[in-house]
């Protein structure tokens, strides 16, 4: 056994009675006990934060929330969606963003607007490119302009695959055709 060299603490006067805290050994495994809390807690909260968020965006209804009671005898109209019809629209400006590894379908894909009566698809009218992704499945039309919707359908109705999207991400252009993987060119 060590023996060390007597100091100050080791003389303690006899009349100083002991205070404070004389901890035990720690049990085994209660570190992970109270971490197991915290993620519980963690988890509840950040669950109750989302619900929340999507309660007040409006993503899911709860009729205690809104303060409207459905009853039994008032029923509810339906939600009309306006859509407009399709609608050829020569002179609108269309940029076509080639989003498939296949060389240069973006031209080929105008070109081929062009001959349907697309003048807005012409290279000196609109532009074409490739898309910042190589790998789109789906053809989309982007449409910025709710009065641009009818255009956007008869493109849709033109290219024989697609879906149309109303966004600001294309600004640059009233529509922007960004061809997927289930874009075929028709033969000539």
Known sequence: ??????DRFDSVPDDLLRTGAHRGPARKGSGWIAFAWAAIATVALVAAGL??????TGRINLPFFSGAVPSAT?????SVSPTAQAKLNPTIPITVLNGTPTSGLATATGDNLVAQGW???APS????????????????VYYSDPADEGAARALVLS??????QLSKAF??????????????????
Do not use: C, E, H
């Open 171 to 188: 600004t640059q252009s009233p529509l922007t055709v960004v061809i997927g993987s289930d874009y075929v060119l028709p033969a000539k």
């Open 125 to 140: 009218i609109g532009t074409r490119a490739n898309a910042s992704s190589q790998d789109i499945k789906t053809t989309i």
């Open 119 to 121: 003048g807005g698809a």
């Open 74 to 78: 008032t029923t509810p109209s339906p």
């Open 159 to 164: 290219l024989k695959v697609g879906q149309i």
């Open 1 to 6: 056994m060590a023996t060390y060299p007597k």
């Open 51 to 56: 619900f929340g968020l999507s309660v007040i």
